[in-house]
């Protein structure tokens, strides 16, 4: 018997007859020519997320970002109140344009030009070309014709998009739609103490978003991070609230609230550091700020986690407590991606909050190297090619809907290009 209640259809999944019940395909995971696919329908066709304004703090500020699904680096960079991102290319050979000691990894900074190292051309904030090394060799250049090649960029909520795109179908605004920007009054801004890391995972993208956006697996295979006699109060996982829109969907869970339970349910390093899996204990200051409307679409008064997943590969994480945490799946290949994870909270008001927060991205990590773990399984197993159906229960919708999205774009992608 359901402990929430249901869509008057009898269950979230039959609420979207779109979505169908039978099992699903999962050929999209394991397919290196639907990989090759995916590339063009959907990540040079959708908004992706790369950074957040706090990385440009002042003129000149820059990151740059390696988007391997889309063969492409690119450079993000403050100038004056504008935000640019531009293709990480010199207009003269095709050298990769910004980087420091390694061109294969990421980096960030400040600076007032861009300086090509092979040949010294020089890029200002805004992309023109400003200098060309011995321009009276070239044949009728003009400086004009050759800034760096720009890409779409927006902010919303002080994460900043970008779009691959000639010319984007929609806005930004348009894109994210009124589920993702009803949360948008949530005070991203003052959640600056952020902890991050990094993995490469033998594992196509989508198996670890699903894994991510159900917790019908949490019981099992997240066991040993709760005491043994935790289980007599667990009787499998349901979720309080489901909702679709577009390509985008999230589900609402009541979470736990280890700081309301007796000692012998609570790990003592989370009694004596207060904090661990799902929080610091202590809310931060401003908490009533996180408290937005737009993180509880089922209308639920309690909502313990508020999970949004954005098409296509972020992931943006609303706890109770006055923190979030981001994920982002960037594919690298057919059955391999990088996945980022960050954490971010108010800035420590003394040392028990710091090492509460420290405590959190620990257990957090735990969490993460867990399903990390049992998502490269489900790879070697798919990959054999021997089962690609499989059956969804009502608790893994989203996973249901981020296949059937999959499939969806490269499927119209494919009736356009013929």
Aim: charged fraction near 20%; hydrophobic fraction near 35%.
């Amino acid at each position: 018997m359901a402990r929430f209640p249901k869509p008057a259809e009898g269950s979230w999944t039959e609420h979207h007859p779109e979505l169908g019940t039978g099992p699903v395909s999962y050929v999209d995971a394991i397919s290196p020519e639907f990989f090759e696919l995916e590339r063009e329908a959907v990540f040079k066709r959708s908004w992706l997320q790369v950074g957040r304004l706090e990385q440009l703090p002042r003129n000149g500020s820059f990151f740059t970002k390696d988007i391997a699904v889309a063969n492409t680096s690119i450079v993000v960079v403050r100038d004056g109140d504008a935000v640019r991102a531009f293709h990480n290319v010199c207009r003269h050979r095709g050298n990769k344009l910004v980087w420091t000691d390694f061109p294969g990894r990421e980096t960030g900074g400040t600076a007032r030009q861009f300086t090509c190292k092979y040949h010294g051309w020089r890029y200002g904030l805004d992309g023109g070309c400003t200098f060309v090394q011995q321009e009276g060799e070239f044949f009728g250049l003009d400086k004009a014709d050759y800034g760096l090649v720009p890409v779409h960029c927006d902010v919303w909520a002080g994460f900043v998009f970008v779009h691959l795109g000639r010319t984007p179908q929609q806005s930004l605004r348009d894109y994210l739609g009124p589920m993702v920007t009803a949360i948008e009054d949530y005070p991203f801004d003052r959640l600056t103490e952020r902890y991050g890391f990094r993995a490469e995972v033998p594992a196509n993208w989508k198996l670890f978003m699903d894994v991510l956006q159900e917790q019908y697996h949490a019981p099992i295979v997240h066991r040993n991070q709760r005491p043994e006699n935790f289980d007599a109060h667990q009787a499998g996982f349901e979720a309080l609230h489901y909702q679709i829109d577009g390509p985008h969907r999230m589900m609402n869970t009541p979470g736990i609230r280890p700081w309301e339970l007796p000692d012998d349910q609570i790990k003592p390093s989370e009694r004596l550091l207060r904090g661990g899996l799902f929080g610091p204990w202590d809310p931060p200051a401003r908490y009533e700020a996180t408290n937005v409307e737009g993180m509880r679409p089922g209308g639920h008064e309690r909502v313990g986690v508020a999970l949004f997943e954005i098409w296509p590969n972020l992931g943006i994480q609303l706890w109770e407590r006055g923190w979030y945490h981001t994920y982002h799946h960037w594919p690298t290949s057919h059955d391999t991606h990088v996945f980022e994870w960050n954490l971010y909270f108010a800035p420590p008001r003394n040392a028990r909050e710091l090492v509460a927060q420290e405590m959190t991205a620990v257990s957090l990590k735990e969490f993460a190297l867990q399903d990390d773990s049992l998502i490269a399984s489900v790879q070697m197993t798919l990959g054999s090619g021997g089962l690609t159906e499989f059956p969804l229960g009502d608790q893994e919708i989203l996973c249901r809907h981020l296949h059937h999205t999959a499939q969806s774009w490269v499927s119209a992608y494919q009736q356009a290009s013929d």
